[in-house]
Nanobody, 123 residues
């Protein structure tokens, strides 16, 4: 069983930066980890994912070049550095753990989810 707790969300102006953290209980080094987001009235969408070792990452086209996912297995923590934020990045951001696959874009492969953290980008 894995428990995930996100932090680091908040209100930021367009062009600004935020760093999200996802602290995990349990052996997260054995899980692929991902970030997803859900804006009001929209479906949850993939943002970024990272392999167990941290050696492989994938990103949604909408955030590529602006967001960076990383992990520290010694601290059981996954990060999402978000730069050049845009109003369309406004959403609740969730981290998730995938016991089967590395770097999956598919939310259905993730078994464990955090409660989410709100990110609001003002124009």
């Amino acid at each position: 069983q894995v428990q995930l707790v996100e932090s680091g969300g908040g209100l930021v102006q367009a062009g600004g930066s935020l760093r999200l953290s996802c602290a995990a209980s349990g052996r997260t080094f054995s899980y692929g980890m991902g970030w997803f987001r859900q804006a009001p009235g929209k479906e949850r969408e993939f943002v970024a994912a990272i392999s167990r070792s941290g050696g492989s990452t994938v990103y949604a086209d909408s955030v590529k070049g602006r967001f960076t996912i990383s992990r520290d297995n010694a601290k059981n923590t996954v990060y999402l550095q978000m730069n050049s934020l845009k109003p369309e990045d406004t959403a609740v951001y969730y981290c998730a753990a995938d016991p089967k696959y590395d770097s999956s874009r598919n939310s259905r492969t993730y078994d464990y989810w955090g409660q989410g953290t709100q990110v609001t980008v003002s124009s």
